[in-house]
């Protein structure tokens, strides 16, 4: 017995190839040119509302900040600060830093600025100006010069205040230190130093709730800091001439005492000068230091011509190369050794020119040594001379020596005596002048800081800057709204538009169809009441016992049924020469709205008078008899099970023209049964019956019957929910994307047409209804 084949088999063979030479599997979409100012204005369009309401908040924050803060004025007096005091006295120490050194120009400033701020100087100012804390609050002017905000803050805080228990005070061992103490740092938390930029000038500030008190305080601290840097310099006049005075009677003493040690010395010695006679000795040993200094020099270079005698290097002694009558001898001998070998190789000795020519030769070497030994004598008898001549230079630089120290030994304890004696009058000498200068300086009492302008009441509060304060927190809400609002982009995986869902999986998007329930809700405008008025001219069957999600429920000119004419249209010009006849919808997950989708697509399909076809493939959970409300009954998984022929698996619906296989009984198999020859067959069979053909199936992530059915259909439409995720219809894109399978393209399904990405693909209709309505 032969075995038959399974009727649940995958079909295996490659599709035959498309008639038509274009299809939109081919369509490319332009690479994504990155984020453009239009992507970031609609964003900012989506997110307006919290742009808004964060900008609101922190303008209202900022707002009670500014009406709940004292008011401050802040009054400011000039001080020239010169870096050299006035030279009243013509010999007056100039201490100031030069005027090209910029750096010490930059750290005198900088030590006077802190000088401003420092405490001690605050610390005069208070004691001159007889000022306590209380009068630096304000009092009860700055009271009243509260705004109504900050007047009811303090009044709920001082009933809160109120309904809590008092607690004890501690009571302070020292408060007068502390209320001192206090006062300073209140004072210092209100002073501000500041410079003018590029001059001598500095402005001395202070803030406080009353203008009066402001300009009193700053008057007050320039000049207290002009008198404090006169009495800091009087004060180091006093100190310099205190110390001036104990020094003078030091030296006076150290004059004293070395003025007597030279008259005792001078008496012991019987020294009365030692000028002239100290000259002569020591110019004769300079003399005689300079003829030794000669001697040893000639009695080195002879010393160096005797040890090259002695080597028997003569010919290396300079009286030898520059001696004539050796340099002919030389010559002659030259010339006679060559006319010797020239003759000897001609003839034998005892030929008689040659042995004339060999006795003259020796002659003019006898002649030639001779006159070299009379050199070698006369250079060795110089050597002994200047031997000589050295040590009797030496010795009488040794006696001379002995009387010039003689005389020295003397003479430097004398000229030690009279130099400590000439210093120390001279010490005393400037000592003394130094204390009249100082003296006379300490009764000029001149400064180099002048105050230039006094401080003035202002008429406005400088703190706080409203208009600045308001336009800041006015910035920061719109950053932060903007901030905020990339933010939860950033965080939103879903699509935002058919064209960042064309760019992301790079299929073209053919329709986009708003979501059913939002169109009647508050919110919409003319769409909500063109929507009403078209559903109040629907038959009341229609209006009453129909299913929403139809076509068929919603007027013939509303949004619904345009939004799946445009699916309509866009099919059928998807491919060159004639559009795809079956056609399977599918979605990545459950619950995106393909089975609607499917329904309506041939619902619209149909109103063109063709025969159309919608087969629910998807036999796990089928829906499709249930929107069109036909009876499920037998369907196809009897059919491709061999159980009914297809004549029976298809039944009549409501639409004129529109035909439903059902899903029919539950199966266990249902992959085996849509991935078998049966279903490709039932398929090619239908598509000689019927104009256009619909397959509903499972979604693709969840099972692999939509990948199946896929590779025997003629194109693929994935239907995407605007609030699924990007990354799942990639996916699902990535597992239809096999060389079996065409994907038409995507419908964007249930998007909110509130939205700023996708109102202008419906804007052109409502304002062509709405002209059209007013017009009427």
Same mark, same amino acid.
């Given at each position: 017995m032969t075995q038959q084949p399974s009727p649940y088999f995958f079909r295996r063979v490659p599709p035959q190839p498309p008639e038509e030479p274009i299809d939109l599997q081919e369509y490319t979409v332009a690479e994504d040119q990155g984020t453009t100012l239009e992507d970031y204005w609609r964003l900012v369009k989506r997110y307006r509302w919290l742009i808004l309401a964060c900008t609101f908040a922190?303008?209202?924050?900022?707002?009670?900040?500014?009406?709940?803060?004292?008011?401050?004025?802040?009054?400011?007096?000039?001080?020239?600060?010169?870096?050299?005091?006035?030279?009243?006295?013509?010999?007056?120490?100039?201490?100031?830093?030069?005027?090209?050194?910029?750096?010490?120009?930059?750290?005198?400033?900088?030590?006077?600025?802190?000088?401003?701020?420092?405490?001690?100087?605050?610390?005069?100012?208070?004691?001159?100006?007889?000022?306590?804390?209380?009068?630096?609050?304000?009092?009860?002017?700055?009271?009243?010069?509260?705004?109504?905000?900050?007047?009811?803050?303090?009044?709920?805080?001082?009933?809160?205040?109120?309904?809590?228990?008092?607690?004890?005070?501690?009571?302070?061992?020292?408060?007068?230190?502390?209320?001192?103490?206090?006062?300073?740092?209140?004072?210092?938390?209100?002073?501000?130093?500041?410079?003018?930029?590029?001059?001598?000038?500095?402005?001395?500030?202070?803030?406080?709730?009353?203008?009066?008190?402001?300009?009193?305080?700053?008057?007050?601290?320039?000049?207290?800091?002009?008198?404090?840097?006169?009495?800091?310099?009087?004060?180091?006049?006093?100190?310099?001439?205190?110390?001036?005075?104990?020094?003078?009677?030091?030296?006076?003493?150290?004059?004293?005492?070395?003025?007597?040690?030279?008259?005792?010395?001078?008496r012991d010695k019987g020294i009365i000068s030692l000028d002239d006679k100290e000259n002569i000795i020591l110019d004769r040993l300079v003399d005689l230091n300079k003829r030794l200094t000669a001697a040893e020099a000639d009695r080195i270079g002879l010393e160096a011509q005797v040890r090259i005698i002695r080597r028997g290097n003569y010919d290396a002694l300079p009286v030898v190369a520059n001696n004539s009558i050796i340099q002919g001898l030389r010559n002659e001998i030259g010339r006679l050794e060559n006319e010797r070998i020239h003759l000897s190789k001609e003839f034998k000795p005892g030929y008689p020119p040659l042995d004339k020519i060999n006795a003259q030769l020796e002659n003019s070497r006898r002649r030639m040594l001779a006159e070299i030994q009379s050199e070698i004598k006369t250079i060795e008898s110089a050597y002994q001379a200047a031997v000589t001549r050295e040590q009797e230079l030496r010795a009488r630089m040794q006696e001379q020596k002995k009387a010039t120290l003689n005389l020295k030994d003397s003479a430097v304890q004398y000229a030690i005596l009279a130099r400590e004696v000439d210093t120390n009058r001279q010490l005393y000498d400037s000592v003394l002048q130094r204390m009249k200068e100082m003296g006379v300086a300490a009764e000029v009492r001149t400064s180099n800081v002048y105050l230039m302008d006094k401080a003035e009441p202002p008429a406005a509060p400088s703190y706080p800057n409203t208009r600045r304060t308001l336009l800041?927190?006015?910035?920061?809400?719109?950053?932060?709204?903007?901030?905020?609002?990339?933010?939860?982009?950033?965080?939103?995986?879903?699509?935002?538009?058919?064209?960042?869902?064309?760019?992301?999986?790079?299929?073209?998007?053919?329709?986009?169809?708003?979501?059913?329930?939002?169109?009647?809700?508050?919110?919409?405008?003319?769409?909500?009441?063109?929507?009403?008025?078209?559903?109040?001219?629907?038959?009341?069957?229609?209006?009453?016992?129909?299913?929403?999600?139809?076509?068929?429920?919603?007027?013939?000119?509303?949004?619904?049924?345009?939004?799946?004419?445009?699916?309509?249209?866009?099919?059928?010009?998807?491919?060159? !020469?004639?559009?795809?006849?079956?056609?399977?919808? =599918? +979605?990545? &997950?459950?619950?995106?709205?393909?089975?609607?989708? #499917?329904? @309506?697509?041939?619902?619209?399909?149909?109103?063109?008078?063709?025969?159309?076809?919608?087969?629910?493939?998807?036999?796990?959970?089928?829906?499709?008899?249930?929107?069109?409300?036909?009876?499920?009954?037998?369907?196809?998984?009897?059919?491709?099970a061999g159980q009914i022929d297809v004549q029976k698996a298809i039944k009549p619906t409501a639409a004129d023209g529109l035909f439903l296989m059902s899903s029919g009984a539950a199966c266990p198999n249902p992959a085996e049964l849509l991935g078998s020859k049966k279903m490709n067959e039932t398929l090619l069979l239908l598509k000689e019956q019927y104009d256009y053909i619909f397959v509903d199936s499972s979604p693709v992530m969840a099972v692999s019957d939509a990948v199946m059915l896929?590779?025997?259909?003629? !194109?693929?439409?994935?239907?995407?929910?605007?609030? =699924? +995720?990007? &990354?799942?219809?990639?996916?699902?894109?990535?597992? #239809?994307? @096999?060389?079996?399978?065409?994907?038409?393209?995507?419908?964007?399904?249930?998007?909110?047409?509130?939205?700023?990405?996708?109102?202008?693909?419906?804007?052109?209709?409502?304002?062509?209804?709405?002209d059209d309505d007013q017009m009427t």
């Open positions: 922190v303008l209202v924050a900022a707002a009670l900040y500014t009406f709940t803060r004292t008011p401050l004025y802040t009054a400011r007096a000039t001080l020239l600060i010169e870096r050299k005091p006035p030279r009243v006295l013509k010999n007056q120490q100039d201490t100031s830093v030069e005027s090209g050194d910029y750096y010490g120009a930059m750290e005198y400033y900088k030590t006077q600025y802190e000088i401003l701020k420092s405490r001690d100087l605050a610390a005069v100012a208070l004691r001159e100006g007889a000022l306590t804390n209380g009068d630096l609050s304000g009092g009860k002017e700055a009271d009243s010069k509260k705004g109504l905000v900050a007047d009811l803050w303090g009044a709920a805080m001082d009933w809160f205040e109120s309904l809590m228990p008092a607690a004890p005070k501690p009571k302070s061992s020292e408060p007068a230190s502390v209320d001192v103490k206090s006062a300073i740092g209140t004072y210092i938390s209100m002073l501000e130093i500041k410079p003018v930029q590029g001059t001598s000038l500095v402005r001395v500030g202070f803030s406080t709730p009353d203008p009066a008190l402001s300009a009193r305080l700053a008057n007050t601290h320039a000049s207290a800091y002009v008198r404090y840097g006169l009495e800091l310099r009087s004060q180091t006049n006093e100190e310099a001439l205190e110390f001036l005075q104990k020094k003078l009677l030091e030296l006076k003493e150290r004059v004293e005492k070395s003025e007597a040690a030279l008259n005792s010395y001078r800041l927190g006015l910035l920061l809400g719109l950053a932060g709204g903007v901030g905020l609002a990339f933010l939860l982009e950033r965080l939103d995986n879903t699509f935002k538009g058919p064209e960042e869902v064309e760019r992301y999986i790079q299929l073209p998007n053919l329709a986009v169809v708003p979501d059913f329930s939002l169109l009647n809700k508050p919110g919409y405008g003319y769409v909500s009441r063109l929507v009403n008025r078209a559903a109040s001219e629907l038959p009341a069957a229609i209006d009453g016992d129909s299913n929403k999600q139809l076509v068929l429920a919603h007027h013939p000119l509303s949004v619904v049924v345009e939004a799946y004419r445009m699916l309509r249209s866009s099919l059928l010009l998807s491919r060159a !020469g004639e559009p795809p006849h079956i056609v399977l919808i =599918t +979605s990545a &997950t459950r619950g995106e709205g393909k089975t609607t989708t #499917l329904i @309506n697509t041939a619902i619209v399909f149909a109103q063109m008078g063709v025969r159309t076809l919608v087969i629910d493939a998807d036999l796990r959970r089928p829906r499709c008899h249930k929107v069109l409300e036909v009876e499920n009954g037998v369907g196809l998984s009897e059919l491709l896929s590779t025997m259909v003629e !194109g693929v439409l994935l239907v995407v929910d605007g609030k =699924t +995720s990007k &990354t799942l219809v990639r996916e699902a894109r990535a597992r #239809l994307s @096999n060389p079996y399978t065409k994907i038409l393209g995507v419908l964007l399904n249930r998007v909110d047409t509130r939205n700023g990405d996708y109102a202008s693909y419906y804007r052109h209709y409502y304002h062509y209804y709405h």
